[in-house]
């Protein structure tokens, strides 16, 4: 990768040679490791801020333990860089989170150090408990360890995990990575409890001198210990993590592997659940990515040197940006109003909103199925409540979706960001699957602008309505479409023609009319231009504009439906049921996302290669019915 030489790390290309280092070289393959990780990832973009954070926690982990026999399960998954180069993966880095290349977070498929396949947050723990449990059942002598941030305990799935292990007889390690930092702050009581860690500088320093006044003193320094076992519980979590049934150690300095590895060999003799508390630090050893470790936390490609710079050229708004401008001026205009976001205030555009309205702001820490249901609780009570969630992790609070709002027909209005495909994150994070799955739920609609000006229109309409309503938009920016200063919305349920086409009845060839929902509708047009097809903006998924779709049913021989979306039951599945319902029989060729996973890649060569560019959709068409 560069000239930068690596003399321990060039020799790791597997954890048995990192076992086979004398420890006293460990700290300078550290040292390296942490080097590594920021050259490869200023080269390709990525998450930095947390890998840094991991660098001798990881080293302590494979050198302890006998990876792969013994399971790593990584929580979130995107902390696993300095673990990907310690596995074989080195060489590969320069291909990270690039179509062909390796994941940014573990893949089954990737590697057998990968032990499960993680992105979502606060899974680690239940899987890390069925392998323990697995291998007692088949009478396999290893370990299981969950390496778990302390973002992510703030969610109920980790705290179900720890309730059944703590009764479960399994050898289950269960690591609290504690940097006191996920991608937005952490926030609730839990996290208020954690933080008493670092007040508990006091316990610390009463200890050591306590200890030094008594040790002359026999008996009274016995009392001393037993004294500070009793306030241990009053200071650290350890009685939090021991009613659990689990046998709590720490916490530790999870930079010190002087700690960290006599700890741990430890901990790998005894039997039984146990938890270890270390702390680390965001962006460890780079001082510019520990002063702003939101910043470093996903940046693109940058010069380790100089830092993260500025682009001297504005950059095209974001849908994220839209959403964020729409709350702020629909909160200034409604007191009802109320946002909500389960720990992802940046990544959602709430950040204005929580400044300008911290009294209707609720972040709720990771907790997507709380998320939804405290909205629903806000609009029994006459409140309007917008839910900033991202379209994958919706899916994480998909019961409380149909059964504590839809059921109810409360008005909630959930803010989708990152629909469709992602990028460079990949099928764990591609809002592929939010067509099919909200379309169907009695009472609620979804809404599909197709630029950032419809994007704050329909979000407009969807809180104007008393029931909920679903607003999808992609990650990144669209057409460019400048958004009007206005909170007008847009007719409720109702489609546009976009282009109507020109040839005359009789002349060769069937008449198209491609149906597009959502940002697809630009390279529809693209499409419509080169096949002189009607364009229709269908906006709407759920209810579909039944009357538009009869005029161009009427109208043309044979219809398109274009969606970034999956097929299988989406937005092209709605407008076969209607024709169907209307008795209307036309052949229709839907064009989407198929039944696969989208692997990670760039996002105009990812809907190319699906066919859902202007010259894919062309493509498609000829090939159905031109050819």
């Not at 990780?37 to 840094?52: F, I, K, P, R, Y």
């Not at 973002?151 to 504690?178: H, I, K, Q, S, Y």
């Not at 591609?430 to 602008?449: E, K, L, Q, S």
Request: with cysteine.
């Amino acid at each position: 990768m560069s000239t930068t030489p690596y003399p321990l790390l060039q020799n790791v290309n597997d954890p048995a040679d990192l076992r086979a280092m004398p420890r006293a070289e460990l700290k300078a393959l550290a040292a390296e490791l942490r080097a590594f990780v920021l050259e490869s990832v200023s080269q390709t973009g990525g998450h930095l801020s947390s890998n840094l954070g991991t660098v001798e926690l990881t080293v302590a982990l494979h050198h302890v333990f006998h990876t792969p026999e013994d399971r790593l399960v990584w929580d979130v998954g995107h902390q696993t860089y300095p673990h990907k180069i310690l596995t074989g993966r080195r060489d590969r880095m320069k291909t990270l989170r690039q179509l062909g290349g390796i994941s940014g977070f573990p893949q089954r498929a990737e590697s057998p150090y990968d032990t499960f396949g993680t992105a979502h947050s606060s899974t680690s723990i239940s899987a890390a408990l069925g392998m323990a449990l697995a291998a007692k059942t088949k009478g396999e002598n290893r370990h299981a360890v969950a390496i778990i941030g302390d973002g992510a305990m703030t969610a109920g799935m980790a705290f179900e995990a720890l309730n059944n292990a703590g009764v479960a007889d399994a050898n289950l390690l269960v690591v609290l990575n504690d940097n006191d930092m996920s991608i937005s702050p952490p926030v609730g009581a839990l996290n208020r409890y954690l933080a008493q860690l670092m007040s508990g500088q006091f316990y610390a320093a009463a200890k050591n001198v306590g200890k030094t006044v008594l040790r002359p003193v026999p008996p009274l320094l016995e009392l001393a210990k037993r004294f500070e076992q009793q306030a241990k519980g009053m200071v650290v979590p350890a009685t939090l993590f021991e009613k659990f049934g689990f046998n709590y150690i720490g916490p530790i300095d999870g930079h010190d592997l002087d700690s960290l590895i006599p700890t741990l060999e430890n901990i790998k003799s005894l039997k039984g659940p146990q938890f270890l508390h270390v702390v680390t630090k965001k962006g460890q050893g780079y001082k510019l990515a520990e002063a702003d470790p939101v910043a470093y936390h996903g940046p693109g490609k940058f010069d380790p040197a100089v830092g993260l710079v500025k682009s001297s050229t504005a950059p095209k708004q974001t849908f994220t940006q839209v959403f964020g401008q729409w709350l702020c001026d629909m909160g200034a205009q409604d007191q009802r109003l109320v946002g909500i976001t389960p720990a992802m205030r940046e990544g959602s555009g709430m950040v204005e909103f929580e400044k300008r309205f911290p009294e209707r702001y609720y972040d709720v820490g990771i907790a997507e199925q709380h998320a939804v249901t405290f909205a629903g609780g806000m609009a029994c009570e006459g409140l309007k409540p917008v839910v900033a969630i991202y379209s994958t992790f919706l899916q994480r609070g998909y019961d409380q979706l149909i059964h504590d709002v839809a059921l109810q027909n409360l008005p909630v209005v959930f803010a989708l960001d990152r629909a469709g495909l992602v990028g460079a994150d990949g099928a764990t994070h591609a809002g592929a699957y939010d067509i099919p799955f909200v379309r169907c739920i009695p009472n609620m609609a979804m809404a599909c602008p197709a630029d950032e000006r419809e994007c704050r229109q329909l979000l407009t309409t969807a809180f104007e309505q008393d029931h909920p309503v679903a607003v999808r938009y992609p990650r990144g920016s669209g057409a460019g479409v400048a958004p009007l200063a206005g909170l007008e919305g847009l007719p409720y349920g109702k489609g546009e023609i976009r282009r109507e086409r020109k040839a005359v009845a009789g002349e060769g060839g069937p008449r198209i009319a491609i149906l597009a929902f959502g940002t697809l509708l630009y390279p529809a047009l693209e499409a419509g231009e080169a096949l002189d097809a009607t364009v229709a903006n269908m906006r709407w998924a759920k209810p579909v504009d039944v009357e538009l779709l009869r005029d161009v049913a009427e109208r043309h021989d044979v219809l398109v439906t274009v969606e970034e979306g999956a097929v299988m039951g989406g937005a092209g599945s709605a407008v076969t049921e209607a024709l169907n319902a209307a008795g209307i029989v036309r052949p229709v060729l839907q064009l989407g996302l198929p039944d696969v996973f989208i692997e990670h890649g760039d996002p105009a060569k990812l809907l190319s290669l699906q066919g859902l560019d202007a010259a894919g959709i062309e493509r498609a068409v000829r090939e159905r019915f031109l050819g």
